[in-house]
């Protein structure tokens, strides 16, 4: 749907703080920072778990519901039959998610064994590959219910905040938009720095221009809606398609994108320093979200339908080992990705993008980590 900046609304339906309280999740009240409780690959104490071997049950005496439409006996699947999606967050406590639907400008909220809420709808252009693209959470979420969103209109990209009952608000506009490249992320850095990674736009040239907000990864510190504030400080530029952008319990921040030659992982330590690249990947498999613990970080692959883990030295960032893959070719392509606190990696698929969506598609999905695999320990 095109819509003009101007005409953006959340749904009447809206009322985050409300629908979060009532129905789906229970949150910890002592969180107020967004990286409590810091999501770590070595913190699960789960069961050893090959994540490529079959589903299996773990209540056979209970009969389940007949496979079908929306219903999916694979207990790792979260929700089912969402359109496309976009980024996918964690919810305080660990047991909910919101994701995006890139083409329809819905929020969602996902909990196993609920169907998903509607908590927010945005007029989004999804031309391209436009839309609603990824979510970040207030770092006093659990205080005041604010989210932010980084959408394409019909003129720009732009991140915007969302807040119940209101319409959405600008934070930055005037990202370059594009027929392609339009894939944005965000994340916060900090309770006063929002970290925003914005695509080319299909220019190469702009992304490396100091000019232009396209290709970027950037610093926002001004984040009162609609206000003047300082210019976005330039963290990283020559960013292709934008992947993910996600942060280790050091400091560390990870970049994925995608360019005509290779997908690349980038790092920037917590001093600053560009780390570029830590990996690449000239087959191009589609790197997408990305979630990073204190030693490995997980990414998305689209094209290869698979999560890639790549071990990391704890103090460098450095990669230790070649990727290991996780359930290729079982759930489709995927694209979302995000930590939970008990060390399973949520990822969303968008198999509506391509030909041959199954029946349960699009879906939200839980990868479980092999314990002492892949240096996660």
Do not use: H
């Not at 079959?54 to 009969?63: D, E, L, R």
């Not at 970049?255 to 690449?280: F, K, M, N, Y």
């Not at 349960?360 to 980590?369: L, T």
Request: charged share 15%.
């Amino acid at each position: 749907m095109r819509a003009s900046p101007g005409t953006m609304a959340v749904a009447a339906a809206m009322a985050v703080t409300t629908a979060l309280a009532v129905g789906c999740a229970r949150f910890d009240d002592s969180t107020a920072s967004p990286f409590t409780p810091e999501p770590s690959f070595g913190a699960a104490e789960i069961d050893p778990v090959d994540p490529d071997a079959p589903p299996t049950s773990t209540t056979p005496s209970v009969p389940g519901p007949p496979p079908g439409p929306c219903v999916d006996l694979d207990p790792n699947v979260i929700a089912t039959c969402l359109d496309t999606t976009g980024g996918l967050v964690m919810l305080p406590g660990g047991v909910s998610a919101l994701v995006a639907e890139r083409r329809t400008g819905r929020i969602m909220q996902v909990t196993q064994g609920q169907s998903p809420i509607e908590i927010a709808r945005i007029d989004v252009d999804s031309s391209g590959d436009g839309g609603l693209l990824d979510l970040a959470l207030s770092p006093s979420f659990t205080e005041d219910g604010l989210l932010y969103a980084y959408i394409t209109t019909q003129s720009d990209n732009r991140v915007v905040r969302i807040a119940a009952g209101d319409t959405p608000k600008n934070v930055l506009t005037g990202i370059p938009r594009g027929t392609q490249g339009n894939r944005g992320a965000l994340d916060f850095y900090n309770p006063s720095q929002l970290l925003v990674l914005t695509g080319d736009a299909g220019d190469p040239a702009a992304a490396a221009s100091p000019s232009s907000l396209a290709g970027k990864l950037l610093r926002v510190e001004s984040l009162v809606p609609d206000q003047s504030g300082p210019t976005p400080q330039i963290a990283l530029s020559g960013i292709g398609t934008a992947g993910d952008v996600c942060i280790d319990p050091s400091g560390g921040i990870w970049v994925t994108d995608r360019t005509i030659v290779e997908d690349r992982l980038q790092r920037i330590d917590p001093l600053g320093a560009v780390i570029s690249p830590v990996w690449t990947w000239p087959d191009r498999p589609g790197v997408a979200g990305c979630g990073a613990g204190p030693g490995a970080v997980a990414i998305s692959l689209t094209n290869a339908k698979a999560v890639a883990v790549l071990a990391t030295d704890q103090d460098t960032g450095a990669v230790t080992a070649a990727p290991s893959l996780l359930v290729q070719d079982r759930y489709g392509q995927l694209n979302g990705a995000a930590l939970a606190p008990d060390g399973q990696i949520w990822v969303s698929t968008v198999n509506k993008n391509g030909n041959a969506p199954g029946p349960n598609d699009d879906r939200v999905v839980k990868i479980p980590v092999p314990a002492g695999g892949g240096g996660f320990d």
